[in-house]
T-cell receptor
Framework: GQNIDQPTEMTATEGAIVQINCTYQTSGFNGLFWYQQHAGEAPTFLSY????GLEEKGRFSSFLSRSKGYSYLLLKELQMKDSASYLC???????????FGAGTRLFVKA | EAQVTQNPRYLITVTGKKLTVTCSQNMNHEYMSWYRQDPGLGLRQIYYSMNVEVTDKGDVPEGYKVSRKEKRNFPLILESPSPNQTSLYFC??????????????FGAGTRLSVL
């Protein structure tokens, strides 16, 4: 079967660093994506990993370990506008289906 | 402006009354997909399409139909809506199935209530 787990909620302080973890169990792998979704809005793409290691993109970085079925999204220098849900998504072999985790709601406090 | 457009944004209907939610993209994308989003469950894929006239079921296809007669359009059809189809629906498109290009662009969403 296919399953993606990520924490339901996290709280962090403005200016700090936060790490959002994602674990997955799947029968095939073709990519791991992170999307950001503000309340009432559509998801928007943040980052993806297809090979093991860290991908850095400004204040956002994403890490992947395929052997462990594990990824994390790292947000640095947190800003109030980073308060949103962060969705981990797995793309299976062949790339046809995308499985999303339930999302992690991040609250950034002053 | 590159975008995915869904209509309507909000819809209240009654059980059994057929409805269609339209989705159109202007980016010449091959891949299009429909998701529903429910609290605590995240985004679940309903149907997807790899190209014109090529569609397949996602994880929750029951009660839905789709068609892809033109590259830009991918309507979602509910032949006989039921209350358990009350949800927030998103259409998405991406350039192709190659991982690096399968970044999905989402429409603004359609909030459907079936009474």
């Amino acid at each position: 079967g296919q399953n993606i787990d990520q924490p339901t909620e996290m709280t962090a302080t403005e200016g700090a660093i936060v790490q959002i973890n994602c674990t997955y169990q799947t029968s095939g792998f073709n990519g791991l994506f992170w999307y950001q979704q503000h309340a009432g809005e559509a998801p928007t793409f943040l980052s993806y990993n297809v090979l093991d290691g860290l991908e850095e993109k400004g204040r956002f970085s994403s890490f992947l370990s395929r052997s462990k079925g594990y990824s994390y999204l790292l947000l640095k220098e947190l800003q109030m506008k980073d308060s949103a849900s962060y969705l981990c998504a797995h793309q299976g072999t062949g790339g046809f289906k995308t499985i999303f985790g339930a999302g992690t709601r991040l609250f950034v406090k002053a | 402006e590159a975008q995915v457009t869904q209509n309507p944004r909000y819809l209240i209907t009654v059980t059994g009354k057929k409805l269609t939610v339209t989705c159109s993209q202007n980016m010449n994308h091959e891949y299009m997909s429909w998701y529903r989003q429910d609290p605590g469950l995240g985004l679940r894929q309903i149907y997807y399409s790899m190209n014109v006239e090529v569609t397949d079921k996602g994880d929750v296809p029951e009660g839905y139909k789709v068609s892809r007669k033109e590259k830009r359009n991918f309507p979602l059809i509910l032949e006989s809506p039921s209350p358990n189809q009350t949800s927030l629906y998103f259409c998405a498109s991406s350039l192709s199935l190659l991982t690096a290009k399968n970044i999905q662009y989402f429409g603004a969403g359609t909030r459907l209530s079936v009474l």
